[in-house]
């Protein structure tokens, strides 16, 4: 117990990975799937920037001429962070954008009734 205290950051980061996932297996709805792969995207960027923080170390800026590598916090978490946050704003854009076409093409978000739709569609032809 003393051990999930002492790392509650890295707990929580898994329980959200692990809520995102069951939404994106689970959930037959596409705007749902698009929030739980954003909750997913949390669950990572939290267990990164938990993983770059260390206790007592500063933010790699040199002050007062300190140039030890022991006084510093690794800044590669948080720039991995950073650009995950990018890319994982630009691949919402694109899935709500996806979503909204498919919406505007079949009036529905449920997937079983998209490829029921497509499967009817292509039967036509």
Known sequence: MENLIANSTE??????????????LFHRNLFRKLIGLNVMDTGVFLFLASMGYIEGRKAPIIVNGVQSTEAYINPLPASLVLTGIVVSVSVTAIMLSLTVRLYMRYH????????RMADHLEDDR
């Open 11 to 24: 707990a929580v980061a898994v329980i959200l990975f692990g809520i995102g996932f069951t939404m994106l």
């Open 108 to 115: 529905t978000l449920n997937l079983d009734e998209i490829y």
